[in-house]
């Protein structure tokens, strides 16, 4: 199956500063990238989408000013959280997708960012 | 407002017996319906889909059903393995993708 990689793993940051994470799909050329944030014990909520070459649409509550989205290529999507916060420590999760209907999304293993 | 909701966050069952995971939904005009599974730290992968026209989707061991009158849809797994044991989410997409809390599913040997 198609295979997405998520870099870091895991972050710990100091309040202020700035988090940039990676998403690549390894096989494949997304058209579409999605990033997802999710809470303990709660589901996964989409934050913005990216397509390849344009701006993120960011969902509603999103602030795009602090969560930086970069579809650079048909490979790679960097997240940025930017003077981050101890209310911004959670799970980050991307996914990839080959056409824009977003039925078929490959995920990756997700980003632990804690903020101190 | 919690459109899609898995309101059994656990579920436990012998190895063989069938594990039956359970979703509502509210809004109507979601056109597909997906379930992924998720291992510790992995990301969820894909299991099996269903599009909102149809009533009954099976994979392997794993089935889908959609009432659209109860806005409900569930998963069977006959029969339940080990391996199986792993958070499982529902999903509803109209446009993108909202998906429900989760329920973690432990088979027991």
């Known amino acids: ?116 | 407002d919690q459109q899609v909701k898995q309101n059994s966050p656990s579920l436990s069952v012998q190895e063989g017996r069938i594990s039956i995971l359970n979703c509502d939904y509210t809004n109507s005009m979601f056109d597909y319906f997906l379930w992924y599974k998720k291992y510790p730290a992995e990301g969820p992968t894909f299991l099996i889909s269903i599009s909102s026209i149809k009533d009954k989707n099976e994979d392997g061991r794993f089935t889908v059903f959609l009432n659209k009158s109860a806005k409900h849809l569930s998963l069977h797994i006959v029969p339940s393995q080990p391996g199986d044991s792993a958070v499982y989410f529902c999903a509803a997409r109209r446009g993108k993708l909202i998906f429900g809390q989760g329920t973690t599913l432990q088979v027991k040997p």
């Not at chain 1, 303990?40 to 969902?59: R, V």
């Not at chain 1, 080959?98 to 101190?116: C, H, I, M, N, S």
């Open chain 1, 1 to 116: 199956g198609a295979v997405v990689s998520q870099h870091p793993s895991r972050v710990i940051c100091k309040s202020g500063t700035s988090v940039k994470i990676e998403c690549r799909s390894l096989d494949f050329q997304a058209t579409t990238m999605f990033w997802y944030r999710q809470f303990p014990k709660q589901s996964l909520m989409l934050m913005a989408t990216s397509n390849e070459g344009s701006k993120a649409t960011y969902e509603q509550g999103v602030e795009k000013d602090k969560f930086l989205i970069n579809h650079a290529s048909l490979t790679l999507s960097t997240l940025t959280v930017t003077s981050a916060h101890p209310e911004d420590s959670s799970f980050y999760i991307c996914s990839a997708s080959v056409g824009r209907g977003g039925l078929e999304q490959y995920f990756g293993p997700g980003t632990r960012l804690t903020v101190t």
